[in-house]
């Protein structure tokens, strides 16, 4: 079967879960699978219909409604603004983990930092992920003086104490 110009919501025992939004999409039965040569923009939605995340792709593949392929330039946006680039993505939905082997950056909102490396792995909102051979960036201010991690200012240098014999008359 194929399909153009679909914007389609998938539900999940009744709750929307998902939606897809895709130019074309083709579904084979044997083996099963769904490909989105085109593109794809998918949105991932909790209980309460906030949206956890979105993904958009240049390529997606889903085998047996299970697990997807991701492809191309592959962008996800997490609930806490964390914009994750690469070049492939994989998700088991069953197992709820996401994952890739490629190279990956990882940008904070708001802030330059950055996070990169290769195998990726995630829990399936994004929140909780982990990268092997990594390396980051972290833009550091210091015209407003030095801060702990948390931002609160570091006390002060007291000075070293006098050596008090030095300074006894003779």
Known sequence: MTSHGISNLISDS???SYKIVAEDWFIYNEPQKWTFLKGLFLEKFDSTF?????????TAY??????WEL????VVLNRDGDLFETEELFWDMNEHQLWNTV????????TEQQLQGYNFRSNEQMTDY?????????????????????????PEQAPAPENRRSQQPR
């Open 103 to 110: 190279f990956m950056t990882i940008t904070k909102p708001g």
């Open 62 to 67: 889903c085998h047996n409604n299970r697990t």
């Open 71 to 74: 492809r191309g330039r592959v």
């Open 50 to 58: 906030h949206i956890q995340w979105h993904v958009q792709s240049d």
């Open 130 to 154: 982990h990268i092997t051979n990594s390396a980051g960036y972290t833009p550091v201010n210091d015209s407003e003086g030095s801060s702990n991690a948390d931002g609160t200012p570091m």
């Open 14 to 16: 009744g709750i929307i």
